[in-house]
């Protein structure tokens, strides 16, 4: 499958952006999503995933509250929208699939559960 991710940028401290992660080549239903990122000199973190079936979501700590993943099936996208962004949260951000046949409830946290990685986009957080 491939990943595109979209909808970084530069925006001051307290502001939103919504990221998108259009996915082609497999079938995006099958998949469970992730939404990772990774900081000048730091190493990629989880941020938020959600399930193949999109019924179950999970967030870092220091997100929850004020980001949400979601997928559109119709669309073949995922997207997770951050709100009051602070900057801590300037990172590349990128999106990860991972094919399933099984476990559609499951979301998974660790980078080497998944198997497709788009480029990333990056998000500068001004203060």
């Known amino acids: 499958v491939q990943l595109q991710a979209c909808g970084g940028g530069l925006v001051q401290a307290g502001g939103s952006l919504r990221l998108t992660c259009a996915a082609s080549?497999?079938?995006?239903?099958?998949?469970?999503m992730g939404w990772f990122r990774q900081a000048p000199g730091k190493e990629r973190e989880f941020v938020a995933a959600i399930s193949r079936d999109g019924g179950n979501r999970g967030y870092q700590r220091s997100v929850k509250g004020r980001f949400t993943i979601w997928r559109d099936d119709a669309e073949n996208t995922a997207y997770l929208r951050m709100d009051n962004l602070s900057p801590e949260d300037t990172a590349v951000y990128y999106c990860?699939?991972?094919?399933?046949?099984?476990?559609?409830?499951?979301?998974?946290?660790?980078?080497?559960?998944?198997?497709?990685w788009g480029p990333g986009t990056e998000v500068t957080v001004s203060s």
């Open positions: 990860a699939a991972k094919p399933l046949h099984y476990d559609y409830g499951n979301y998974y946290l660790r980078s080497d559960s998944y198997d497709y």
């Open positions: 080549g497999h079938t995006f239903t099958n998949c469970a």
